[in-house]
C-alpha cells in the first residue's frame, strides 16, 4: 500500500465528518421571529370580537329573565327603543342614556325585509355605548 492511498482514504473519512454538523441557529431565530409574530397577532384579534348571542328557533329553552333594552328595526328603517320611536340620528344617545341607568343588556327586534345596515348600525351603537350582551330576537 502506498503511502498516498493510506491519505486519500483518510481524508475520505474526515469529510463524511464535516458533512454531517449542520449549524441549527438561523433555524431557531425564525422558529422564535414566527412564535412572537403569531402571539402578537392573536393577541390582537382576541379583543376585537363582540360576542353576539344568537337565538334558534327551533330550541325552546327559556332564558333567565334580564332587564333588557329592546330596539325594534322597521321594514322602512324606523328605529323603536322600548316602545318609544327615536330618531335614527338620535339612537346613539338614547342607548347610551339606557346603557348609563346600569342595563347591560340590548335585544334587537328587526323585520325580515329591513335593511342589514340598519341591523349593523344598531350592533355596532351597542359596543360603542357598553352594553356587555347582546341579543337578537326571533319569531318562534
Do not use: W
Not at 412564535?35 to 333567565?64: G, H
Not at 332587564?67 to 338614547?94: H, K, R, T, W
Amino acid at each position: 500500500m502506498s503511502l498516498t492511498n493510506r491519505d486519500s482514504g483518510h481524508l475520505r473519512h474526515r469529510r463524511r465528518q464535516q458533512a454531517t454538523l449542520v449549524d441549527l441557529t438561523p433555524l431557531i431565530d425564525i422558529v422564535f421571529q414566527l412564535l412572537i409574530f403569531f402571539l402578537l397577532t392573536a393577541t390582537f384579534q382576541e379583543s376585537s370580537s363582540l360576542d353576539v348571542d344568537l337565538a334558534r328557533a327551533k330550541n325552546q329553552q327559556k332564558t333567565q329573565k334580564t332587564e333588557a333594552v329592546i330596539v325594534s328595526i322597521s321594514a322602512l328603517g324606523a328605529f323603536e327603543v322600548d316602545q318609544i320611536l327615536v330618531d335614527p340620528g338620535a339612537l346613539e344617545s338614547y342607548l347610551c342614556a339606557e346603557s348609563n341607568t346600569g342595563k347591560r343588556t340590548l335585544h334587537i327586534r328587526a323585520d325580515k325585509n329591513s335593511k342589514h345596515e340598519d341591523l349593523v348600525m344598531a350592533m355596532d351603537l351597542a359596543k360603542t355605548c357598553g352594553f356587555e350582551s347582546l341579543g337578537i330576537l326571533h319569531q318562534n
